[in-house]
Protein backbone atom coordinates (compact mmCIF):
# COMPACT_ATOMS: atom_id res chain seq x y z
CA UNK A 1 0.00 0.00 0.00
CA UNK A 2 1.25 3.52 -1.24
CA UNK A 3 2.07 5.54 2.50
CA UNK A 4 1.19 9.02 3.06
CA UNK A 5 4.53 11.44 3.84
CA UNK A 6 3.66 13.98 6.29
CA UNK A 7 6.34 16.67 6.85
CA UNK A 8 7.16 18.23 10.20
CA UNK A 9 6.33 22.04 10.56
CA UNK A 10 9.76 22.23 12.40
CA UNK A 11 13.13 20.46 12.58
CA UNK A 12 12.74 19.10 8.67
CA UNK A 13 11.51 15.35 10.17
CA UNK A 14 9.15 13.53 8.07
CA UNK A 15 6.54 10.69 10.01
CA UNK A 16 5.05 7.98 7.59
CA UNK A 17 1.58 6.54 8.15
CA UNK A 18 -0.59 3.81 5.37
CA UNK A 19 -3.72 5.42 6.32
CA UNK A 20 -5.50 8.83 5.88
CA UNK A 21 -7.54 10.33 8.21
CA UNK A 22 -11.44 10.58 7.58
CA UNK A 23 -13.12 13.99 7.58
CA UNK A 24 -14.46 15.08 11.07
CA UNK A 25 -18.01 13.51 11.65
CA UNK A 26 -20.66 16.41 12.33
CA UNK A 27 -22.28 16.59 15.60
CA UNK A 28 -25.65 16.91 14.28
CA UNK A 29 -26.37 15.04 11.08
CA UNK A 30 -30.24 15.03 10.21
CA UNK A 31 -29.53 13.37 7.24
CA UNK A 32 -28.44 9.89 9.03
CA UNK A 33 -31.58 9.43 10.87
CA UNK A 34 -33.18 8.83 7.61
CA UNK A 35 -30.51 5.82 7.37
CA UNK A 36 -31.67 2.02 7.78
CA UNK A 37 -28.08 1.71 8.31
CA UNK A 38 -27.70 3.88 11.80
CA UNK A 39 -30.90 2.00 13.22
CA UNK A 40 -29.56 -1.39 12.19
CA UNK A 41 -26.05 -0.71 13.95
CA UNK A 42 -27.69 1.00 17.04
CA UNK A 43 -29.96 -2.61 17.22
CA UNK A 44 -26.68 -4.47 16.95
CA UNK A 45 -24.96 -2.68 19.63
CA UNK A 46 -27.99 -2.68 22.14
CA UNK A 47 -28.12 -6.62 21.58
CA UNK A 48 -24.07 -7.33 22.37
CA UNK A 49 -24.46 -5.28 25.24
CA UNK A 50 -27.33 -6.63 26.68
CA UNK A 51 -25.81 -9.98 26.55
CA UNK A 52 -22.84 -9.00 28.59
CA UNK A 53 -24.52 -7.54 31.50
CA UNK A 54 -26.55 -10.81 31.33
CA UNK A 55 -23.14 -12.96 31.64
CA UNK A 56 -22.09 -10.08 34.73
CA UNK A 57 -25.09 -10.76 36.92
CA UNK A 58 -24.87 -14.72 36.00
CA UNK A 59 -28.08 -14.74 33.98
CA UNK A 60 -27.02 -16.84 31.31
CA UNK A 61 -24.32 -19.74 31.79
CA UNK A 62 -20.81 -18.88 30.35
CA UNK A 63 -21.12 -21.67 27.67
CA UNK A 64 -24.53 -20.34 26.68
CA UNK A 65 -22.47 -16.75 26.86
CA UNK A 66 -19.54 -17.59 24.71
CA UNK A 67 -21.94 -19.31 21.77
CA UNK A 68 -23.68 -16.10 21.43
CA UNK A 69 -20.59 -14.16 21.56
CA UNK A 70 -19.29 -15.89 19.05
CA UNK A 71 -22.24 -15.92 16.99
CA UNK A 72 -22.66 -12.00 16.95
CA UNK A 73 -18.93 -11.69 16.01
CA UNK A 74 -19.56 -14.05 12.89
CA UNK A 75 -22.87 -11.92 12.14
CA UNK A 76 -20.90 -8.64 12.35
CA UNK A 77 -18.33 -9.78 10.36
CA UNK A 78 -20.81 -11.45 7.38
CA UNK A 79 -23.38 -8.27 7.98
CA UNK A 80 -20.42 -5.87 6.66
CA UNK A 81 -19.30 -8.25 4.43
CA UNK A 82 -22.97 -8.24 2.50
CA UNK A 83 -23.02 -3.92 3.13
CA UNK A 84 -19.83 -3.68 0.95
CA UNK A 85 -20.62 -6.24 -1.56
CA UNK A 86 -24.53 -4.77 -2.14
CA UNK A 87 -23.28 -1.16 -1.35
CA UNK A 88 -19.80 -0.32 -2.10
CA UNK A 89 -20.15 3.14 -2.76
CA UNK A 90 -21.80 4.05 0.70
CA UNK A 91 -19.22 1.33 2.61
CA UNK A 92 -16.05 3.31 0.91
CA UNK A 93 -17.65 7.30 1.74
CA UNK A 94 -18.26 6.14 5.05
CA UNK A 95 -15.05 3.90 5.92
CA UNK A 96 -16.20 0.51 6.00
CA UNK A 97 -18.57 1.63 9.18
CA UNK A 98 -15.23 0.97 11.11
CA UNK A 99 -15.00 2.55 14.67
CA UNK A 100 -11.66 5.06 14.47
CA UNK A 101 -10.63 7.51 17.19
CA UNK A 102 -11.48 10.66 15.60
CA UNK A 103 -8.52 12.97 15.27
CA UNK A 104 -7.65 15.39 17.88
CA UNK A 105 -8.75 13.19 20.40
CA UNK A 106 -6.51 11.07 22.57
CA UNK A 107 -6.69 7.37 23.20
CA UNK A 108 -7.75 8.25 26.87
CA UNK A 109 -10.89 10.42 26.20
CA UNK A 110 -11.60 7.87 23.21
CA UNK A 111 -11.42 5.00 26.23
CA UNK A 112 -13.41 7.59 28.60
CA UNK A 113 -16.00 8.01 25.91
CA UNK A 114 -16.68 4.23 25.63
CA UNK A 115 -16.62 3.68 28.95
CA UNK A 116 -19.00 6.29 29.57
CA UNK A 117 -21.43 5.75 26.98
CA UNK A 118 -21.46 1.84 27.70
CA UNK A 119 -22.13 2.77 31.84
CA UNK A 120 -25.24 4.82 30.37
CA UNK A 121 -26.82 1.95 28.31
CA UNK A 122 -26.31 -0.74 30.68
CA UNK A 123 -27.13 1.07 33.85
CA UNK A 124 -30.73 2.04 32.19
CA UNK A 125 -31.51 -1.23 30.83
CA UNK A 126 -30.61 -2.51 34.65
CA UNK A 127 -32.87 0.10 35.69
CA UNK A 128 -35.78 -0.07 33.00
CA UNK A 129 -36.00 -3.70 33.52
CA UNK A 130 -35.31 -4.80 37.45
CA UNK A 131 -38.17 -7.28 37.88
CA UNK A 132 -38.24 -5.66 41.75
CA UNK A 133 -39.07 -2.10 40.73
CA UNK A 134 -41.64 -3.05 38.02
CA UNK A 135 -42.98 -5.61 41.01
CA UNK A 136 -42.92 -2.28 43.16
CA UNK A 137 -44.21 0.07 40.80
CA UNK A 138 -46.93 -2.53 38.72
CA UNK A 139 -49.31 0.52 39.20
CA UNK A 140 -47.00 2.45 37.38
CA UNK A 141 -47.20 2.03 33.65
CA UNK A 142 -43.77 1.78 32.60
CA UNK A 143 -42.16 0.84 29.09
CA UNK A 144 -38.89 -0.56 29.36
CA UNK A 145 -37.96 0.40 25.34
CA UNK A 146 -38.11 4.22 26.40
CA UNK A 147 -36.08 5.20 28.62
CA UNK A 148 -33.87 2.31 26.79
CA UNK A 149 -33.74 3.89 23.26
CA UNK A 150 -33.40 7.67 24.70
CA UNK A 151 -30.59 6.33 26.25
CA UNK A 152 -29.10 4.82 23.04
CA UNK A 153 -29.77 8.37 21.16
CA UNK A 154 -28.20 10.57 23.88
CA UNK A 155 -24.78 8.06 23.85
CA UNK A 156 -24.79 8.14 20.35
CA UNK A 157 -25.27 12.01 20.33
CA UNK A 158 -22.25 12.10 23.01
CA UNK A 159 -19.88 9.35 21.51
CA UNK A 160 -20.18 10.00 17.35
CA UNK A 161 -17.69 12.77 16.91
CA UNK A 162 -15.13 11.11 19.56
CA UNK A 163 -15.34 7.68 18.48
CA UNK A 164 -18.29 6.74 15.78
CA UNK A 165 -19.70 5.17 18.75
CA UNK A 166 -18.73 1.42 19.62
CA UNK A 167 -20.06 0.40 22.97
CA UNK A 168 -20.31 -3.00 21.39
CA UNK A 169 -17.10 -5.27 20.62
CA UNK A 170 -18.92 -7.26 18.17
CA UNK A 171 -20.12 -4.70 16.20
CA UNK A 172 -16.53 -2.58 16.01
CA UNK A 173 -14.53 -6.15 15.34
CA UNK A 174 -16.97 -7.37 12.12
CA UNK A 175 -16.25 -3.83 10.71
CA UNK A 176 -12.74 -3.44 11.61
CA UNK A 177 -12.39 -7.14 10.17
CA UNK A 178 -13.78 -6.52 6.59
CA UNK A 179 -12.54 -2.95 6.77
CA UNK A 180 -8.86 -4.00 7.48
CA UNK A 181 -7.19 -1.07 7.57
CA UNK A 182 -4.00 -0.09 9.91
CA UNK A 183 -5.94 2.75 11.97
CA UNK A 184 -8.99 0.68 12.46
CA UNK A 185 -6.62 -2.32 14.14
CA UNK A 186 -4.81 0.16 15.97
CA UNK A 187 -7.93 1.68 17.87
CA UNK A 188 -9.59 -1.73 18.20
CA UNK A 189 -8.30 -2.42 21.90
CA UNK A 190 -10.57 0.79 22.77
CA UNK A 191 -13.98 -0.97 21.85
CA UNK A 192 -13.32 -3.96 23.50
CA UNK A 193 -12.32 -2.48 26.95
CA UNK A 194 -14.00 0.44 27.05
CA UNK A 195 -17.52 -1.57 27.18
CA UNK A 196 -16.03 -4.65 29.18
CA UNK A 197 -15.67 -1.77 31.68
CA UNK A 198 -17.95 0.31 31.58
CA UNK A 199 -20.66 -2.76 31.55
CA UNK A 200 -19.04 -4.13 34.82
CA UNK A 201 -18.99 -1.17 36.84
CA UNK A 202 -22.63 -0.41 35.52
CA UNK A 203 -23.78 -3.96 36.82
CA UNK A 204 -21.62 -3.84 40.00
CA UNK A 205 -23.24 -0.88 41.14
CA UNK A 206 -26.83 -1.76 40.41
CA UNK A 207 -26.30 -5.00 42.06
CA UNK A 208 -24.24 -3.76 45.11
CA UNK A 209 -24.76 0.12 45.68
CA UNK A 210 -28.64 0.61 44.61
CA UNK A 211 -30.26 -2.66 45.21
CA UNK A 212 -28.30 -3.20 48.38
CA UNK A 213 -29.08 0.14 49.35
CA UNK A 214 -32.81 0.08 48.33
CA UNK A 215 -32.70 -3.47 50.73
CA UNK A 216 -31.84 -1.03 53.77
CA UNK A 217 -34.80 0.97 53.12
CA UNK A 218 -37.11 -1.73 52.37
CA UNK A 219 -38.58 -0.28 49.79
CA UNK A 220 -37.71 -3.58 47.73
CA UNK A 221 -40.98 -6.24 48.91
CA UNK A 222 -40.90 -9.74 48.12
CA UNK A 223 -43.96 -11.44 46.47
Known sequence: ??????AAPQGGEFSTKDYSDPPPAPIVDFEE???WSLYRAVIAEF????????????TVSLIRALLYIIAQCLGAICGVGLVKGFQSSYY????GGANELSAGYSKGTGLAAEIIGTF????????ATDPKRNARDSHIPVLAPLPIGFAVFM????????TGTGINPARSLGAAVIYNKDKAWDDQWIFWVGP????????????YVLRA?????????SN
Do not use: W
Not at 196 to 207: D, F, N, R, S, V
Open 196 to 207: LIGAAIAAAYHQ
Open 47 to 58: VATLLFLYITVA
Open 120 to 127: VLVYTVFS
Open 92 to 95: VRYG
Open 33 to 35: LTK
Open 155 to 162: VHLATIPI
Open 1 to 6: MAKDIE
Open 213 to 221: SAAKLGSYR
